[in-house]
């Protein structure tokens, strides 16, 4: 099925340990984005790749670090994981290049669900 | 910071009533997003506004823009059981920022 898959679908750190998140998909979508959802605060956003090669930070970018693999998919790493980071992670992507989201909305994974102890 | 917020944080209404929920946000848009969050899922987009609308409708949706007050509602006409999610606007920028969400509880 056309989407966006997230791996892991739940993990436990513990505090210092790292892990990448996965994600990718199948759509040919040029941009791609990283959440994370807390209780009570929406989703906000860490990093997100506009296209293939490129990266930028969003609202909450400290303690990650993201690759663009190549156009299908995009990771989030924790280098060094905290209590603070655990959350509930969302992958989403769009198919513009320019402007993204201008006129379509975003498709998003099911999630990975964080847990730092 | 330029999270949006959105109220009520919480409505519960009885099957066949309307739900309406308030969105707000701080800067000059693109376009206004709402999306659905049943939970422990993914969030699936329900409607897009561009900044040169002022209405829009999809099936039982109904979304409005005002873009002077930097305000949007999303209104679910003959509510269902099924409606039961949490609901997120999302403004775009150059890219997408969300709104703390509105939680809705339909009972049967």
């Known amino acids: 099925n056309a989407g966006v898959t997230q791996t892991p679908k739940f993990q436990v750190l513990k505090t210092g340990q790292s892990m990448t998140l996965q994600c990718a998909q199948d759509?040919?979508?040029?941009?791609m984005y990283w959440y994370r959802q807390d209780p009570g605060m929406g989703l906000r956003l860490i990093y997100y790749s506009a296209s293939e090669g490129t990266t930028d930070k969003g609202e909450v970018p400290n303690g990650y670090n993201v690759s663009r693999l190549n156009k299908r998919e995009f990771s989030l790493r924790l280098e060094s994981a905290a209590p603070s980071q655990t959350s509930v992670y969302f992958c989403?992507?769009?198919?513009?290049?320019?402007?993204?989201?201008?006129?379509?909305?975003?498709?998003f994974g099911s999630g990975t669900r964080l847990t730092v102890v | 910071s330029q999270q949006g917020e959105e109220d009520p944080q919480a409505l519960s209404i009885q099957e066949g009533e309307n739900a309406t929920m308030n969105c707000s946000y701080k800067?000059?848009?693109?376009?206004l997003q709402w999306y659905r969050q049943n939970s422990g899922r993914g969030l699936v987009h329900l409607i897009l506004?561009?900044?040169?609308?002022r209405e829009k409708h999809s099936g039982r949706l109904r979304v409005t823009l005002d873009t002077s007050k930097k305000s949007s509602s999303l209104l679910i006409t003959a509510s269902r059981a099924a409606d039961t999610a949490s609901y997120f606007c999302a403004h775009n920028t150059d890219k997408l920022i969300f709104g703390t969400g509105t939680r809705l509880q339909v009972f049967p």
């Open positions: 759509m040919n979508h040029n941009s």
């Open positions: 800067t000059s848009i693109n376009n």
């Open positions: 506004i561009r900044s040169n609308e």
């Open positions: 989403a992507s769009i198919r513009t290049r320019t402007s993204p989201a201008k006129n379509y909305g975003y498709t």
